[in-house]
C-alpha cells in the first residue's frame, strides 16, 4: 500500500533533514580535523564496544582459522617442499650473513643508529577492524595506560603496519599503509636514496621520489628514513624497475612487507618520540633559521 | 507499541551486525573486500519498519559505522539514510520474487556504496580516485546478495509482521 501524500511529505521531510544532518557533521567533523568532540565519540564507542567485539573476535578466529586450514590442505604438501628449500638456501644465507653482522653493527655504531628491534616496544592483539571495506584501519588492545601515544609506528614480524591514529585508555587504532592519506619517508637501501611512500587504497603502495639519480630495481628493499618513524623499519619491496629521469619524479609501486589481511600481533614502538601531529600540519618539520643581520655594524 | 518494537529489534540487529562486521568480516574478505553487512540489515530491517523509523535506524547505523571507519563522520550516516529512503520507496512494490529481490539488495548496496565514494571524495578522501574502486562498489553488493539469505531470515523471524512486502 503506498503512503498517503502528507505521510510521504513527512517522511521526505526527515528524510532530507537527516541528509543535512549528516553533511553538517562531517562538515563538522572535517573543520575540526576529527578530533574534540568527534574524537571523544569515537572512543567512547571504541570502548563501549571493545568488550563485544573481542568477545565476538575469541569465537570467530578459531572458526575462521579452522576453515582456512582445511581449505590450505591441498596445497600444503608443496607448500612444505617449497619451505624445505628455502630453509636449506636461507641457512646458506645465514652463515654469509653472520659475517657481515658484526661489519653492520659497527656501521649502525658509527651513525648511531639503533636497528627498530631494539626500541622499547609494546605488543597488542588485534582484535578489530574498520567497519566498511573502504577503511583501512585497525583497532588494538592497547591504549594510553600502556605508553601509547597517537603517531608512534607499529610494526610486525615482517614490517611497518602503520601508525596510531586514535587512543583510548585501553585500545587504539591503527591507520594502515594502505591508506591514502597516510605518507612515510623511506630510504631505498639498494641506491640509499630517500622519498615518500603513500597508500593508494589497494594492496599496493606508491613510491615518490623527487631527486632520484639512479633507477631503482625490481625487489629493493625500501625502509623508514627515520624522519617520522624509526630508520630502518622494512616498509615493502619494490614491485618494478624505474627510471630516474632528469626534472620528473621517479614512481613506482611497492609491495609492503606487511599482510595487512593477516594481522593478530602487532609491535607499537614507543621508545621512539613521535613528532606531534599539529605541529606536523601545521609548521613546517624543521624551523626556519632566525633572522641574522649580515653587517650588523651599518645600524 | 509493536512499531518502536521493531525499531529496538532492527538496533539490535544492527549492533550485532557491526560487531561482525569489524570481526568475522575483518577476516573474511573474498578478493580482499568484505561484504557490507550493516548496510544489508539496514535493508532487511527497513523492510518491516514504519518509514520515519526505518530513517532513524539507517542513519544511527551509518553514524555507528562512521564512529568505527577511518574516515569523516557523517559519510555513512548519509549513505544509509539514503538506502533506507530507498527501501521504502522499493518496499511496497508488488515485485515479491527471488530474482527481483536480488537485483533490488544488489542495486542498493551499490546506492550506499557510490554514495559513501561520492560524498567521501568531496570531504577530501579521495575515494573515487582510488585504483580498483569498481571492487569496492561491485564485490560487496555481490556478497550481499549471497549474505541476504540469512540476514532476511533473521530479520524475518525476529521482526515479522502480518503484511509482507518487499521480501523473501
Not at chain 1, 568527534?38 to 568488550?51: F, I, K, S, V
Amino acid at each position: 500500500m503506498l503512503p498517503s501524500g502528507r505521510r510521504f511529505d513527512r517522511v521526505t521531510a526527515l528524510f532530507l533533514s537527516l541528509l543535512a544532518a549528516g553533511f553538517i557533521i562531517a562538515t563538522f567533523d572535517v573543520r575540526t580535523n576529527e578530533s574534540g568532540v568527534a574524537d571523544t565519540m569515537r572512543g567512547g564507542t571504541q570502548t563501549l564496544l571493545a568488550p563485544v567485539q573481542q568477545g565476538a573476535d575469541m569465537v570467530i578466529s578459531p572458526v575462521v582459522g579452522f576453515f582456512e586450514g582445511i581449505s590450505n590442505l591441498a596445497g600444503l604438501r608443496e607448500q612444505n617442499e617449497r619451505l624445505e628449500n628455502e630453509v636449506r638456501e636461507l641457512e646458506l644465507q645465514l652463515r654469509e650473513t653472520a659475517a657481515l653482522q658484526s661489519q653492520v653493527a659497527e656501521l649502525e655504531a658509527i651513525n648511531d643508529l639503533a636497528p627498530p628491534l631494539e626500541l622499547a616496544s609494546v605488543a597488542a592483539r588485534v582484535y578489530s577492524s574498520g567497519a566498511s571495506s573502504y577503511d583501512h584501519v585497525r583497532y588494538i588492545l592497547r591504549g594510553s595506560d600502556d605508553g601509547i601515544a597517537i603517531g608512534q609506528a607499529v610494526i610486525d614480524e615482517r614490517g611497518l603496519i602503520g601508525r596510531v591514529d586514535t587512543l583510548t585508555a585501553s585500545t587504539a587504532r591503527v591507520r594502515l599503509l594502505t591508506d591514502p592519506i597516510v605518507a612515510v619517508g623511506v630510504r631505498v637501501q639498494e641506491t640509499n636514496e630517500t622519498g615518500v611512500v603513500t597508500g593508494v587504497g589497494t594492496g599496493t603502495l606508491r613510491l615518490d621520489m623527487f631527486d632520484a639519480s639512479t633507477p631503482v630495481t625490481k625487489g629493493s628493499v625500501v625502509v623508514t628514513d627515520g624522519s617520522r618513524f624509526p630508520p630502518g623499519i622494512i616498509v615493502g619491496y619494490v614491485a618494478e624497475t624505474a627510471d630516474a629521469e632528469v626534472d620528473f619524479v621517479l614512481r613506482t609501486d611497492v609491495e609492503p612487507a606487511a599482510l595487512f589481511s593477516k594481522l593478530d600481533y602487532v609491535k607499537v614502538i614507543v621508545g621512539w618520540s613521535p613528532l606531534d601531529a599539529e605541529v606536523e600540519s601545521d609548521s613546517p618539520l624543521i624551523a626556519p633559521p632566525e633572522f641574522v643581520d649580515p653587517d650588523p655594524d651599518q645600524q | 507499541m509493536r512499531r518502536h518494537r521493531n525499531t529496538f529489534i532492527a538496533l539490535g540487529l544492527v549492533l550485532v551486525s557491526l560487531v561482525l562486521q569489524t570481526t568475522l568480516f575483518a577476516e573474511i574478505r573474498p578478493f580482499a573486500v568484505a561484504p557490507a553487512v550493516v548496510l544489508l540489515t539496514v535493508i532487511a530491517c527497513a523492510r518491516y519498519l514504519e518509514p520515519e523509523a526505518a530513517l532513524l535506524v539507517g542513519f544511527t547505523a551509518g553514524f555507528l559505522t562512521d564512529l568505527l571507519g577511518g574516515s569523516s563522520l557523517g559519510l555513512w550516516a548519509i549513505a544509509m539514510t539514503a538506502v533506507a529512503y530507498a527501501t521504502v520507496k522499493l518496499r511496497h512494490r508488488e515485485v515479491d520474487g527471488i530474482l527481483i529481490v536480488a537485483v533490488g539488495i544488489f542495486s542498493l548496496t551499490v546506492l550506499g556504496q557510490l554514495l559513501y565514494a561520492v560524498v567521501g571524495t568531496l570531504f577530501g578522501h579521495s575515494i573515487i580516485t582510488q585504483p580498483e574502486v569498481w571492487k569496492h562498489l561491485l564485490l560487496p553488493a555481490v556478497w550481499n546478495v549471497i549474505l541476504a539469505a540469512p540476514i532476511f531470515w533473521v530479520s524475518n523471524v525476529t521482526m515479522r509482521r502480518g503484511e509482507r512486502g518487499w521480501a523473501v
